[in-house]
């Protein structure tokens, strides 16, 4: 891949990251997506859209999220580390931004009803708190397994007046309750928009939620200028389930070649052990939910169960865009341990009195292995608050 | 030589039964017994399902057929295997449905190539879009003699099923409301105005309608408004329940057709 001298990270016409993305749908789904295709570009360059996007940003969800400089975190690692508070945002992750931005998509293209998939959780409570802000019907499909383990998330969509559906076929978790939620937006094709959690799916979705998710990286950018003198940091790490904290935490330094772009896939129980969701380790291209990326999977093409201790990155593939900055080099791809992640979230809340997320711990977890200078910036997008891990890291760490 | 799928329907082109079933299941060798069975008991074409471990279009009924194949250990190799001598016993046309995947895994070419050695008149791959196949399968396609089948849907606009109509070659799969596999099974008004609809348009394509054709009265129901029709879960239920697979077949397909067997 010789492009690398002008690396293009923008999606092409067609829905593609260099040979990842398309929309992979079945004939039933097409008129829906292809509504969305040829709408959303104009829906949200319109001046009425962007003006209610920022403004239930800043009003509702609390945006601008601080950009934290995490002085023992720094010191430990002898380096300069700030952290992204999407932890912050209202319901406690970055989820909402995208969330917020769709139901104003939904609301334009006359939709009255809202499906949607969720692992950890926190994409199901976004989406959930957005519906009842604009009083639309709102379904939550969840695996069976992720609704045992996440029930605090469970009680929030419940209170919110969101219907939480478990999904039971398969592995029980976050790719099942996707297959199920496409499945219900194709048995509601007319009224019902899908909102998808993640940059995965067929195109429009992995660029429409890397864009609504972008203001976080256009945030740090403004904010390190103020902190530091310059725009951009010398890493930027966050955690990839399917991507879409790090497509946001990446998107406005895509073309900055000097910023190194990190993504922590979950490794589970180990990358070899058989128990893992670490993507670009173990999958190959292939075709799952609309789109070709990187997945895991058999050698008769059958989809892998992946493995991790974090609802949130258990997903056997990650979004095109990302699959592209993988195969392109232009990002750096590594894997956390559960233990890893346990530790590093303890960690975290020691020094610093923040309890990340599982999943964000993972990207917490790397810093160990970053060995940045003692002059150099990084930026940890701390992308979910832990409160909903507790019962898990309470249990994991004996505490 | 003309592709088995066009000559069934230049010989016949009303009450065309198509039954699909899901390779390896029940058991996974029972996958040649069924086809011949089918054919014994009168079916006209035949779809065999290639199980998939996400099949997002399919409703419980065939997903649980799909997991069950894979749990028995059913591949696309031993598929191949599996119907390698089929046409010393079996005439009927026979299709291969599934998802990309597990093609794009074995690599297109290759599979394309199986199919037509094996003596696999069609795929139907619900994930495969229409313009994905036209740029980068179509030739393979031909050059092998394989018929891709497209489906439309009470959604699809008039303008794409004249292009889906102008591209296809064999029969278009109409699916009969918006639904995955296996939904209630009722076909009502809604759906009687989309096939007239569709009836109306006098494509140059015969038409089958699937999706929700449960048994003899959906099947000659949705006969009415096409060449025939296609059925998927409500077999993959006898399947499920029978201890002597010939004989339920038998009795399954002399059902639909409204034979009545002793």
């Known amino acids: 891949m010789e492009v690398l001298a002008q690396p293009a990270f923008e999606v092409d016409e067609k829905g593609y990251y260099g040979r990842f993305g398309g929309a992979y749908i079945p004939e039933m789904l097409y008129p829906n997506v292809e509504e969305l295709r040829q709408q959303y ?44 508070r999407e932890d912050l945002c209202h319901t406690g992750a970055h989820k909402v931004n995208n969330t917020i931005g769709q ?32 009083g639309l019907e709102c379904i939550v499909y969840m695996g069976k397994l992720d609704i045992e383990r996440q029930k605090p998330n469970v009680e929030r969509m419940k209170m919110l007046g969101a219907k939480v ?16 939620a496409m499945r219900h937006w194709i048995n509601n094709p007319t009224d019902t928009h899908y909102i998808i959690g993640s940059v995965v799916g067929p195109h429009p ?21 103020e902190k530091i003198g310059r ?55 292939g075709v799952l939910h609309g789109s070709r990326t990187i997945l895991m999977q058999t050698e008769d093409g059958q989809v892998t169960e992946p493995y991790s201790i974090s609802a949130g990155l258990d997903y056997p593939g990650i979004g095109p865009l990302h699959a592209h900055l993988y195969d392109s080099g232009r990002g750096i791809f590594a894997s956390i341990t559960d233990d890893e992640a346990l530790q590093a979230g303890l960690e975290l809340s020691r020094l610093e009195g923040i309890i990340p997320a599982l999943e964000t711990a993972h990207a917490l977890a790397y810093l160990g292995r970053l060995n940045a200078t003692p002059e150099e910036v990084v930026v940890v997008n701390l992308s979910g608050r832990g409160d909903k891990d507790l019962a898990t890291y309470s249990k994991s760490l004996d505490l | 030589m003309s592709n088995r799928i066009v000559r069934l329907f230049a010989e016949k082109n009303k009450n065309l039964l198509n039954v699909y079933f899901t390779a390896g299941y029940p058991k ?67 299709l291969l449905m599934g998802y990309l995947n597990p093609v794009v895994q074995y690599g297109v070419e290759n599979f394309v190539k199986k199919c ?49 109509d102008s591209v296809s070659e064999g029969f278009i799969y109409m ?32 038409t089958l309608i699937g999706f929700g054709i449960s048994g003899n009265a959906s099947f000659a129901r949705a006969c009415r408004y096409a060449n025939g029709a296609i059925i998927g879960s409500a077999f993959i239920r006898v399947l499920q329940h029978s201890s002597d697979l010939r004989p339920d077949i038998h009795r399954f397909v002399g059902g639909v057709k409204g034979i009545t067997t002793k």
Request: aromatic content about 6%.
């Open chain 1, 41 to 84: 570009l104009h829906i949200i360059a319109d001046s009425g859209f962007e003006q209610e996007f920022r403004y239930l940003l800043r009003d509702y969800v609390g945006r601008p999220t601080p950009l934290y400089f995490a002085g023992r975190l720094s010191d430990k690692y002898h380096t300069n580390i700030y952290l992204k």
């Open chain 1, 103 to 134: 139901i104003l998509v939904a609301k334009r293209l006359g939709k009255q009803r809202i499906v949607a998939e969720t692992g950890a959780g926190q994409h199901g409570v976004a989406t959930a708190t957005v519906c009842a802000l604009m």
């Open chain 1, 165 to 180: 559906v478990a999904a039971t076929c398969g592995s029980q978790t976050l790719k099942d309750a996707t297959n199920e």
């Open chain 1, 205 to 225: 979705y992995p660029d429409m939620v890397a864009r609504f998710q972008s203001v976080i990286s256009e945030e740090i950018r403004q904010q390190l200028t």
């Open chain 1, 231 to 285: 725009p951009n940091p010398d890493y930027v790490v966050a955690c990839v389930g399917g991507g879409s904290n790090a497509a946001g935490a990446f998107y406005h330094f895509l073309n900055e070649t000097d910023v190194k772009l990190v993504a922590i896939e979950a490794g589970g129980q180990g990358v070899t052990s058989g128990h893992s969701a670490a993507t670009t380790a173990l999958g190959k291209p």
């Open chain 2, 28 to 94: 996974l060798g029972d996958t040649v017994t069924i086809l011949q069975a089918l054919e014994e008991a009168g079916a006209d074409l035949v779809e065999i399902g290639m199980p998939y471990s996400d099949p997002v279009a399919d409703g419980p009924v065939i997903q649980q057929s799909n997991d069950q194949a894979l749990e028995n250990g059913m591949s696309l190799r031993i598929l191949f295997n599996q119907l390698e001598n089929i046409r010393a016993t079996v005439k009927l046309p026979v």
């Open chain 2, 116 to 164: 037509s050695e094996t003596g696999i008149d069609g795929v139907i791959l619900p994930d495969l879009p229409l313009q994905e196949y036209l740029d980068d399968y179509h030739e393979i396609f031909r050059k092998h003699n394989l018929l891709n089948i497209f489906l439309i849907t009470p959604q699809t606009s008039e303008a794409r099923i004249r292009q889906i």
């Open chain 2, 175 to 206: 699916v009969s409301s918006a639904s995955v596999t296996g939904s209630s099974g009722a076909i009502g008004s809604t759906q009687e105005d989309y096939f007239r609809r569709i009836e109306a348009m006098q494509l140059q394509n015969p």
